[in-house]
């Protein structure tokens, strides 16, 4: 572990400042049995786990993904996930969202306010889940039209696709939070 | 965390199928997540022989509709390891998420996946783990999360806010309050008055309306009646009774306002002087700015409500039931007539209000809003044209002002429809008054006196009603401004004094890290194991990438942050025993971004020694070779800096603040930075006065340009948290490692801007 490599300073000055993005036709991801993703490029670059890093994780979630090795260091970019095979694509979606882990509420079951803080039961995409989140503070963030982002006080993140079409009582509450 | 969580009877089941029983587990933890990325019970357990993982998928109601596939509800998945086999195991943070990350002869394996939730304790687990894998004995100690989330004691729901410890729904409220009056009793006396006030001011409320109806038409009016004819006598009454209620009004009201200002001006500096004690953590986290606004809110708001709120809601009180008895006594069934829609009152009123509360906090946070860009768009405005972003900025104000518009129509259509139905409402017990009491004074079970007495409560009875609904909410939004205030009183700074704390006057500024860990959040540690001695006098220069950890290490050193694992010592002292004013007193830093207050320049280089001569601040500022451009200023030494001030240099800026050090006359200096973003002129002179500061004290030097480090002693390199290379810069460069390709990097960028040197 303490072995420590230089990548960023043994390259020149040059190269440092250029990003290199990946090519789709020369990676292969797949997922390894210990559950991480492993990926080679080409013949020669083999790595048996890659993290994979959103530049946009709220404006543009499926371009410009950093993929990094296991100390955290850039091999390269991808430009967007578009431009892999299907089954690829699933993958590193399947990857970034456990890594992005934001499900989605599906049902709530009910908030209750107290004291600037809001008690939340609700049904995700990812099983059902309470979270306590704390008023104000921007911890419900609207990104756009009515996609809702709510935050709770460990800073796990949940979203809402359309809080107008939620139980009506309960899209006053969360207009009235936003 | 807890050594062991309590399994399942599921999950113990099935971990004895797999032969693994209770009494062999060291340590149990449950996760929340499955490996699918699904909530989950995945239980992790820890025997000295295996480590050991169960996965049980929760029981889902209803379908997906977004397509996944969905397990049977109680599947599990068992998954055992030996520990002989795993590496090492490590708890990592995702951006939105963690896993627990194993090695497994020699291939990377996720062990578990956990929300943001249960970090720490996965943090724990894995050093507990390496502590078993290293056949060592685990103690309570181990298990130990000072940072850990809590629980509030009473109802185990775990606190919204970790950093303020309040269970929202246990919060005494009525405790609070009179935590609030225990500021009170030094204003016993006015406030005594005051409750007589209101006392007196509510008795003559309620026989005003009795003298001017039974007594004047019954008695003073009617032929029949006692002081038949007296009327000069009854309106003279009536006057004084006037009178007299309005001085006890003024009285009250004035010493209202002094006693309730006193009170908050008192709690106030209490909390200004509580936060000096509070650590920087503190106000990490909750922003100093808004935390200096949410205190002033919150102290106006309790004033408020001890001035308008609170002697309202007792006078009126007190009027109410006096005006009840009154009434009944007068005439029991009226009284029965007239208090009948107060209940349907009460309950509209109930169901209005809050829809209003919700209108009037969102009008109030659009505006809050739309003040802070047009705050942001006024001070930023250099940054604005010279980025060409008038435009712009025009089109998010416009943005902004439509949603304050927008909210303004909407309370005001609401209010103006609401409002006038309220009176209708209201003016139903007045309609069913004169109905009711016109036909008994006609048939002569009623007087008309008694009827226009009525006639006068009612207007006081249900004017306040509308009060009275919305005093719960005055009281517990009260209550919480009050609670956050005494958060501040009572907070306990995390950079705790010991309890017998060292004095140590005169330091001599020897300086040992021993296998020192630091993280700011939980699983990212941005300091490993660091080892370093540093003598009296020496200095250190500091280099690595940005990002390194070279400012948290001089952080951890001056004790803004306590460390978790390892020990600093000053002189072969703990850090965390030696008094913190002697340790401040003795630590000076020179930062890179230099906080300089309101006020002259005299007083900024002062700050740390405010008693300070001329002479000394003028010498200090010539050490730091900022004499000759204060004195350029037309007010010298008094120019007024600051937000509102005269707008120094980056460069003055720092050379101010050397000269605040040099003052201070530290044993420990700390310079972080101290001349990047300067002119090389501007870093010549700043130089020079560095080192005169630096003689004769022990010194930490971190410098983005490699040869201003060239007088220290040593350079210790950092590289993600680790001490990769020590030694003097020649030393350094004969080893050809990291050093040596930072410099040679340095001087490639150099020679691309064409100076090299
Ligand atoms: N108050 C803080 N809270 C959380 N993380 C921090 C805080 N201050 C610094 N860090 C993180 O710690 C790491 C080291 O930072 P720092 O010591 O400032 O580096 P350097 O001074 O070497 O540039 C960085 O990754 C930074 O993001
Ligand atoms: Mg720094």
């Keep these: 572990m303490d072995r420590i490599t230089h990548p960023a300073t043994r390259r020149s000055l040059d190269e440092y400042a250029q990003i290199r993005y990946l090519d789709p036709s020369e990676c292969c991801f797949k997922k390894t049995e210990g559950g991480f993703l492993s990926l080679s490029i080409g013949e020669k670059e083999q790595y048996e786990r890659v993290d994979l890093v959103r530049a946009f994780p709220l404006s543009d979630s499926d371009s410009y993904i950093s993929v990094?090795?296991?100390?955290?260091?850039?091999?390269?970019?991808?430009?967007?996930?578009?431009?892999?095979?299907?089954?690829?694509?699933?993958?590193?979606?399947?990857?970034?969202?456990?890594?992005?882990?934001?499900?989605?509420?599906?049902?709530?079951?009910?908030?209750?306010?107290?004291?600037?803080?809001?008690?939340?039961?609700?049904?995700?995409?990812?099983?059902q889940r309470r979270f306590t989140v704390r008023r104000g503070h921007n911890n419900l963030v609207q990104l756009g039209g009515r996609r809702v982002l709510v935050i709770d006080v460990d800073g796990n993140r949940f979203e809402i696709e359309d809080y107008t079409s939620i139980d009506s009582r309960y899209s006053r509450l969360i207009e009235s939070l936003l | 965390m807890d050594r062991l969580e309590p399994l399942s009877d599921e999950a113990r089941a099935a971990f004895a199928r797999h032969g693994i029983w209770p009494a062999a587990m060291l340590v149990v933890a449950k996760a929340d997540l499955s490996t699918d990325g699904e909530f989950a019970d995945t239980w992790v357990v820890l025997t000295d022989q295996d480590l050991a993982v169960l996965e049980i998928s929760r029981e889902r109601i209803g379908q997906s509709d977004r397509g996944r596939q969905l397990r049977e509800p109680g599947t599990s998945r068992f998954v055992s390891y030996s520990i002989s086999d795993v590496e090492r195991l490590t708890a990592e943070s995702l951006p939105l998420s963690g896993i627990l990350s194993a090695v497994v002869n020699g291939s990377p394996v996720v062990i578990c996946r956990f929300t943001n939730t249960q970090a720490r304790k996965f943090g724990i687990f894995a050093k507990l783990f390496g502590k078993v894998k290293e056949g060592k004995e685990l103690t309570e100690e181990d298990f130990k999360d000072e940072r850990s989330p809590a629980h509030c004691p009473k109802c185990g729901l775990l606190y919204p806010d970790q950093e303020r410890r309040v269970c929202p729904r246990c919060l005494d409220k009525r405790s609070l309050f009179l935590k609030v009056l225990s500021f009170a009793p030094k204003y016993k006396v006015q406030i005594g008055l005051v409750l007589l006030c209101m006392v007196a001011g509510s008795a003559l409320n309620i026989t005003s309306p009795y003298i001017r109806g039974s007594l004047l038409f019954d008695q003073v009016l009617a032929p029949e009646g006692k002081y038949a004819g007296r009327i000069l006598e009854i309106v003279v009454l009536i006057g004084a009774v006037q009178l007299l209620a309005l001085l006890i009004g003024i009285i009250q009201g004035r010493m209202n306002a002094v006693v309730s200002a006193r009170i908050v001006f008192d709690l106030k500096s209490e909390v200004f002087e509580a936060m000096q004690r509070l650590s920087l953590s503190f106000f990490n986290n909750k922003q100093t700015g808004s935390l200096m606004t949410r205190v002033n809110r919150d102290a106006e708001r309790l004033q408020g409500f001890f001035l308008d709120g609170l002697p309202y809601f007792l006078v009126n009180v007190v009027t109410m039931t006096g005006i009840v008895i009154s009434m009944v006594l007068l005439d029991w069934r009226l009284a029965l007539l007239v208090l009948l829609p107060a209940p349907a009152v009460v309950y509209i009123l109930n169901k209005i209000f809050p829809r209003l509360w919700t209108l009037f906090s969102r009008m109030f946070r659009r505006r809050s809003a739309m003040n802070a860009l047009v705050n942001d768009a006024l001070t930023g405005r250099r940054v604005v044209k010279a980025f060409g972003r008038e435009a712009a900025e025009v089109a998010r104000f416009g943005a902004v002002n439509e949603g304050v518009f927008a909210v303004n129509v909407e309370t005001g259509l609401f209010t103006s429809t609401v409002f006038p139905l309220i009176n209708l409402l209201m003016g139903i017990g007045g309609l069913v008054v004169w109905g009711y009491g016109g036909l008994q004074v006609v048939s002569g079970g009623m007087t008309f006196g008694t009827l226009m007495t009525f006639t006068g409560y009612i207007a006081m009875i249900y004017g306040p009603l509308e009060f009275m609904t919305h005093i719960v909410d005055w009281?517990?939004?009260?209550?919480?401004?009050a609670q956050r205030i005494f958060e501040i009183l009572d907070a306990v700074p995390d950079v705790v004094e010991a309890p017998?704390?060292?004095?140590?006057?005169?330091?001599?500024?020897?300086?040992?890290?021993?296998?020192?860990?630091?993280?700011?959040e939980p699983n990212r540690p941005v300091l490993h194991r660091i080892n370093l001695e540093i003598e009296a006098g020496e200095m250190i220069g500091l280099v690595g990438h940005s990002g390194a950890g070279k400012s948290t290490l001089t952080n951890i050193i001056s004790r803004l942050y306590d460390v978790e694992e390892g020990e600093i010592l000053i002189d072969g002292v703990n850090v965390k025993d030696i008094a913190v004013r002697d340790l401040r007193s003795q630590i000076g830093m020179v930062l890179q971004d230099v906080f300089l207050f309101q006020g002259s320049i005299a007083e900024n280089i002062a700050y740390a020694k405010p008693e300070a001569t001329q002479a000394e601040i003028i010498r200090a500022a010539k050490l730091a070779n900022a004499h000759d451009f204060i004195m350029r200023l037309?007010?010298?030494?008094?120019?007024?800096?600051?937000?509102?001030?005269?707008?120094?240099?980056?460069?003055?800026?720092?050379?101010?603040?050397?000269?605040?050090?040099?003052?201070h006359d530290p044993r420990i200096l700390i310079l972080d930075e101290a001349?990047?973003?300067?002119?090389?002129?501007?870093?010549?002179?700043?130089?020079?006065?560095?080192?005169?500061?630096?003689?004769?004290?022990?010194?930490?030097?971190?410098?983005?340009?490699?040869?201003?480090l060239r007088n220290a002693n040593r350079l210790v390199v950092l590289e993600k948290g680790r001490v990769v290379e020590v030694g003097t810069h020649s030393e350094l460069v004969k080893m050809r490692g990291v050093y040596y390709n930072l410099l040679m990097k340095q001087r490639e960028a150099l020679r691309i801007r064409g100076v090299a040197d």
Excluded at chain 1, 79 to 99: A, I, V
Excluded at chain 1, 100 to 107: A, R
Aim: aromatic share 8%; proline share 3%; charged share 30%.
């Design chain 2, 634 to 663: 037309p007010d010298g030494y008094d120019t007024v800096i600051g937000r509102q001030g005269y707008d120094l240099s980056g460069g003055e800026r720092q050379r101010l603040s050397i000269a605040r050090a040099i003052l």
């Design chain 2, 675 to 708: 001349t990047s973003s300067v002119d090389v002129e501007t870093e010549r002179l700043i130089q020079e006065a560095l080192s005169r500061l630096v003689q004769g004290r022990t010194t930490l030097a971190i410098a983005h340009r490699l040869p201003t």
């Design chain 2, 475 to 481: 009281w517990s939004s009260c209550m919480d401004s």
């Design chain 2, 500 to 520: 017998n704390p060292v004095r140590m006057p005169s330091i001599k500024g020897q300086i040992s890290l021993r296998d020192v860990t630091f993280s700011y």
């Design chain 1, 68 to 127: 990094r090795d296991s100390e955290g260091n850039e091999i390269g970019m991808l430009e967007s996930l578009s431009r892999f095979s299907d089954s690829t694509r699933r993958l590193l979606e399947e990857e970034l969202g456990r890594r992005y882990f934001t499900p989605v509420i599906e049902k709530i079951r009910s908030i209750e306010e107290e004291f600037g803080y809001s008690y939340w039961d609700v049904d995700t995409s990812a099983g």
